[in-house]
Antibody, heavy 124, light 108 residues
Framework: DVQLVESGGGLVKPGGSLRLSCAASGFTLSSYTISWVRQPPGKGLEWVSSISSSSGFIYYADSVRGRFTISRDNAKNSLYLQMNSLRAEDTAVYYC?????????????????WGQGTQVTVSS | EIVLTQSPGTLSLSPGERATLSCRATQSVSNRNVAWYQQKPGQAPRLVIYGAFGRATGTPDRFGGSGSGTDFTLTISRLEPEDFAVYYCQHFGSSRVTFGGGTKVEIK
């Protein structure tokens, strides 16, 4: 079965840093674009960042560009999100999600598998 | 930047009734780049409809997507108890992803 498992969330002070991980199993990670999507408490979904299968393209939402860095290690079946200069408005559940399309650096923009999420709370 | 507006915010219906959810984009988009997700409390979202019309794996045929240009619709022909949830539309394009604010379908 396809599985995505996030980890690394927690409580951090404003201005602090956190590194999220997403462990993938049940499929060939190196064939898929993976994204991070977040959801603030009681609110809707917000796309954060996406990275293609070879890391050939990387995109960020305006709200996190320059503060967050997405990366991947296909050999370790893992994705990462380095979050720096965290703000209160970054508080959310962070999901990693697999692109529906398969192929070298292919991105069809739909998310067919999601992890269960990891909570990030930014508060003093 | 494309903004997606969903309406209504909440839809109160009874099982067996028809649900019609709307998603409006601030500019015309390709229907190939529009999707709908279902999210239940405490769960991750689940892809329901992609490419405006395509049913994702496991989506029952009572779910249907339609629309073009700036107006898209998710229709649930006859609501089952498991369909009561929040639904989000989504657009992909210009190297970014946008979600609508969601429509909650609740039991009347």
């Amino acid at each position: 079965d396809v599985q995505l498992v996030e980890s690394g969330g927690g409580l951090v002070k404003p201005g602090g840093s956190l590194r999220l991980s997403c462990a993938a199993s049940g499929f060939t990670l190196s064939s898929y674009t993976i994204s991070w999507v977040r959801q603030p408490p009681g609110k809707g979904l917000e796309w954060v960042s996406s990275i293609s299968s070879s890391s050939g393209f990387i995109y960020y939402a305006d709200s996190v560009r320059g503060r967050f860095t997405i990366s991947r290690d296909n050999a370790k079946n893992s994705l990462y999100l380095q979050m720096n200069s965290l703000r209160a408005e970054d508080t959310a559940v962070y999901y990693c999600a697999r692109d529906q399309g398969r192929g070298y650096d292919f991105w069809n923009g739909f998310f067919d598998y999601w992890g269960q999420g990891t909570q990030v709370t930014v508060s003093s | 930047e494309i903004v997606l507006t969903q309406s209504p915010g909440t839809l109160s219906l009874s099982p067996g009734e028809r649900a019609t959810l709307s998603c409006r984009a601030t500019q015309s988009v390709s229907n190939r780049n529009v999707a709908w997700y279902q999210q239940k409390p405490g769960q991750a979202p689940r892809l329901v409809i992609y490419g405006a019309f395509g049913r994702a794996t496991g989506t029952p045929d009572r779910f249907g997507g339609s629309g073009s240009g700036t107006d898209f619709t998710l229709t649930i022909s006859r609501l089952e108890p498991e369909d009561f949830a929040v639904y989000y539309c989504q657009h992909f394009g210009s190297s970014r992803v946008t979600f609508g604010g969601g429509t909650k379908v609740e039991i009347k």
